[in-house]
């Protein structure tokens, strides 16, 4: 039987699951499941800061979007 991962943000199931992708260790005694979905965004809000923080000509136009 294989096992359910649900993502620990939105709460709905993980598939395809996969332990290298979805697993997030946070330290020695604490982790997380993700799914793809709020990966995205979770990286997309990481972008928006890094831009604003560092604005280049790519960030610009990224903040534009």
Not at 2 to 17: D, F, G, N, S, V
Not at 27 to 45: F, G, N, P
Request: positive net charge; hydrophobic residues 30%; proline residues 3%.
């Amino acid at each position: 039987m294989q096992e359910t991962h649900k993502c620990a943000l939105c709460e709905r199931q993980i598939e395809p699951y996969q332990e290298t992708y979805n697993h997030l260790e946070i330290d020695e005694t604490r982790s997380a499941d993700i799914c793809q979905e709020c990966i995205r965004k979770v990286v997309k809000l990481h972008q928006k800061n890094t831009a604003a923080l560092f604005p280049t000509k790519t960030a610009k136009r990224f903040l534009k979007e």
